[in-house]
């Protein structure tokens, strides 16, 4: 049974929605899809790896974060974890957290058959349940940023829980993909709504339930919530399709990859030592 039969979506609405709703569909949506997804998606993001995009761009070619050996990294919305067990292997302290527990099911699995167990903690990302100055870098890939009605709440939270000096990694969809269709094909390459139309999509049941949550954020609005928590940008990366790629993940696509961005990688730091 796909995620859509057991939550019952029945349709795609335009509303807003707050925090708990949001956060109630992600969960649900997530625990459902979990294992389809990874059944999916588990060639393209590995056991132990740590992939950026569907673009394929790898934090081992880089080099995003920085040095990672001896650091103490949190990974947010780290799925089943391959990107924290990758830190590992390259010597840091990584802890992942993540809002679906079916996730961290399967992150707990893959920790025992890799042989590269992390600590695995479930929580929102808009309430990390850290001290001050726990970590020296936190990340995170197509994790929990554009799934949350409050992104600005994600931002302050890091730099909350970074140490003086300590970079924050994200990557998000690229903003511009919010006025096409996700059609991996030529009518993903016709515009069908405003890129300042910040009304979520929903996907809802037939009393009007979210079912899933996506929110956009212009790019400029994904820079102003990371300089009013205090962050420095550093950089912005947006990857190019690679040649030859031929993979197809979602949206993204070799066709689309041609022509415009599909995702936006946001390097940023919290002054000090």
Not at 7 to 32: F, H
Request: charged letters at 20%; proline letters at 7%; one cysteine or more.
């Amino acid at each position: 049974m796909s995620a859509e039969e057991e939550l019952g979506t029945a349709g795609v609405v335009r509303r807003a929605v707050g925090a708990a709703e949001s956060e109630l569909a992600s969960r649900s949506w997530w625990d459902a899809d979990a294992t389809d997804y990874l059944a999916e998606h588990g060639p393209d993001i590995g056991d132990t790896d740590f992939v950026w995009c569907p673009e394929g761009m790898r934090e081992a070619d880089v080099g995003l974060l920085g040095p990672v050996a001896g650091a103490r990294v949190l990974e947010v919305g780290a799925g089943s974890a391959p990107c924290a067990r990758w830190l590992v292997t390259r010597g840091a302290t990584a802890v992942a957290l993540d809002l679906s527990g079916a996730m961290l099911r399967h992150a707990a699995e893959l920790g025992v058959t890799s042989g590269v167990p992390v600590p695995l903690v479930q929580a929102g990302a808009e309430h990390l349940p850290f001290a001050d100055g726990s970590f020296d870098i936190a990340c995170s890939a197509f994790g929990a940023v554009p799934f949350v009605a409050e992104p600005g709440r994600v931002m302050r939270e890091v730099a909350r829980v970074l140490r003086p000096g300590g970079r924050w990694v994200f990557s998000v969809n690229h903003p511009m993909r919010w006025m096409f269709s996700d059609d991996p094909g030529p009518d993903g390459l016709i515009v069908t709504q405003s890129y300042f139309d910040r009304t979520p999509y929903l996907e809802v049941d037939g009393t009007g339930r979210a079912t899933y949550v996506e929110h956009h954020r212009t790019l400029g609005d994904r820079i102003r919530d990371v300089v009013a928590a205090g962050l420095v940008l550093d950089d912005l990366v947006e990857p190019e399709w690679p040649p030859g790629r031929e993979t197809v993940w979602g949206q993204w696509s070799p066709m689309r990859g041609a022509l415009f961005p599909g995702t936006a990688v946001l390097v940023t730091h919290k002054p000090g030592r």
